[in-house]
């Protein structure tokens, strides 16, 4: 069965420094990739879309790559600040892009 | 514009009663969804609709109904509530076109079952 993995629950980093997030996807053939926001209490926000032939994509201080042959997703957010702390949520979609199933996303935390 | 309308915000129910969610948009998007949010579990979806009068099953689909009777509504029912349903629910709809288009979320339902 398809299955949506984010490297881990909780990531603490400190502010200014460079977080990582991993999104790895199996028995998936996505031809896109959506990256959300969560913040406590709400629903999320959409950030970033990558297609299966774009290796990279940015917005602001926001990288996303995607990798196909090692069926992975990085998302990058350079600069962090405290305010940057939230749900990660990653969202392969094939190419009929209609089911949107997400990972159980990543929690980050930035301290000043 | 509104957006995504997701009607009752809370609401507490005992084992075995029933009631329907509404969520409601406005900006004549064709797809629909349908999740609950557990701790630890993330955002699984039970159903969605890709137009009127369409629905599909999700991830955890047991022990809920849909019905998508106009464009802009998409109900989620429980026929007979379960401590287990206890959980917030969100609604997101987007627009067509394939995976490109970015989906727009509710409020959340807080859905207590005792």
């Known amino acids: 069965s398809q299955k949506i993995e984010q490297n881990s629950e909780a990531l603490n980093i400190q502010e200014g420094k460079t977080a990582t997030l991993t999104c790895n996807y199996t028995?998936?053939?996505?031809?896109?990739l959506q990256w959300y926001r969560q913040d406590p209490g709400r629903g999320p926000v959409f950030l970033l879309l990558?297609?299966?032939?774009?290796k990279e994509k940015r917005k602001e201080r926001l990288k996303v790559t995607f990798d196909t042959t090692l069926k992975q997703s990085l998302f990058h957010i350079t600069a962090s600040q405290p305010a940057d702390s939230a749900t990660y949520l990653c969202?392969?979609?094939?190419?009929?892009?209609?089911?949107?199933?997400f990972g159980k996303g990543t929690t980050l935390s930035v301290s000043s | 514009n509104a957006g995504v309308t997701q009607t009752p915000k809370f609401r507490v129910l005992k084992t075995g009663q029933s009631m329907t969610l509404l969520c409601a948009q406005d900006?004549?998007?064709?797809?629909m969804y349908w999740y609950r949010q557990d701790p630890g579990m993330g955002l699984r979806l039970i159903h969605y609709?890709?137009?009127?009068?369409?629905?599909a099953k999700g991830e955890v689909p047991d022990g809920y109904n849909v019905s998508r009777l106009k464009k802009q509504n998409f109900l989620l029912g429980l026929e007979s509530a379960a401590p287990s349903q206890t959980s917030v629910y969100f609604c997101?709809?987007?627009?067509?076109?394939?995976?490109?288009?970015?989906?727009?979320f509710g409020q959340g339902t807080r859905l207590t079952v005792v």
């Open positions: 900006m004549n998007h064709e797809y």
């Open positions: 997101a709809s987007r627009p067509s076109g394939q995976g490109v288009t970015e989906a727009f």
């Open positions: 028995n998936y053939s996505p031809a896109y």
């Open positions: 990558i297609r299966e032939n774009e």
């Open positions: 969202a392969p979609l094939n190419q009929a892009g209609t089911a949107l199933i």
């Open positions: 609709s890709v137009g009127e009068g369409t629905t």
